[in-house]
């Protein structure tokens, strides 16, 4: 086990030295940035030694392999939800997440709202967009709201009890350059604070791109690969 903590310390270490090189180039202040580390598929154990070792936020991104590690990590910790997420499933999720990285659709939020409500529980909600369509991807329904329907769903979000807008997310189309991407994330981002000045989070950034992100604007680092080492291929 304490190779796996001096394995763990090491890469965070190495990615803490990334954010603090990308801040710099940026001209930020690092006290600006959340390291959401994403350990899914990893162990609750993986999920304990990263607390000991200073982390505040992690990532999941599937139900119930998350609520199961929530439930069983005993060191309090933010625990962030990202990835497609099934309306028949929001109630669950409401239970345990402090913050829903991945809302696309007014169906959501109202599910959210009413799990959110029965457990008595106030959640953070980002607003994920799909920016592929715009960078020459076919969209995927699942990955994301246009562009164009973000004032409504933020809208939604804000008349809904129990949930607090938090801002826009986005994951970058693969081999695609990040800045433009990213780029539009924070106009999109400022235009959304316009009506709703608390909406300030902007989460983009993963391992292969969070010096992109830094230099954008973004407040939120969503890393898993380069902290917890590759993920074996989803079967
Ligand atoms: C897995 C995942 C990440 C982390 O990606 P890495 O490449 O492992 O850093 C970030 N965001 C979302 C939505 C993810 O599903």
């Known amino acids: 086990m304490s190779g796996r903590r001096e394995e763990l310390r090491g890469r965070l270490d190495a990615v803490q030295a990334r954010i603090a090189a990308a801040c710099d180039a940026a001209d930020r202040d690092p006290q600006e940035l959340t390291l959401v ?25 599937r139900h119930p392999e998350a609520g199961e ?11 962030h939800f990202m990835g ?13 997440a402090d913050v829903v990285h991945s809302v696309d659709r007014a169906k959501l939020v109202a599910s959210l709202g009413r ?6 529980r106030d959640l953070e909600v ?16 699942r990955s994301g709201a246009a562009p164009t329907d973000l004032a409504s769903l933020a809208d939604a979000v804000a008349q809904t009890d129990r949930l607090h807008l938090g801002g ?52 939120h680092l969503r890393v898993g690969r380069a902290i917890l080492g590759e993920r074996p291929p989803l079967g």
Not at 115 to 120: D, I, K, T, V
């Open 69 to 79: 590690k929530a439930a069983e990590v005993a060191a309090p910790l933010r625990w």
């Open 126 to 141: 980002l607003l994920q967009v799909d920016l592929g369509p715009e960078f020459g991807r076919p969209s995927d329904v």
């Open 115 to 120: 799990g959110a409500a029965a457990a008595e």
């Open 168 to 219: 826009v997310m986005t994951v970058a189309p693969l081999d695609v350059d990040p800045t433009p991407v990213f780029e539009r994330l924070a106009a999109l981002s400022q235009r959304l604070r316009a009506d709703h000045p608390g909406a300030v989070t902007m989460s983009a950034g993963m391992s292969n791109d969070l010096e992109a992100a830094v230099a954008v604007g973004a407040t």
């Open 84 to 96: 497609g997420l099934q309306t028949n499933k929001a109630g669950a999720v409401a239970r345990y």
């Open 37 to 61: 580390v994403v350990t899914k598929t990893y162990p609750a154990s993986d999920v304990t030694l990263l607390a000991e070792l200073g982390v505040t936020d992690v990532g999941e991104n």
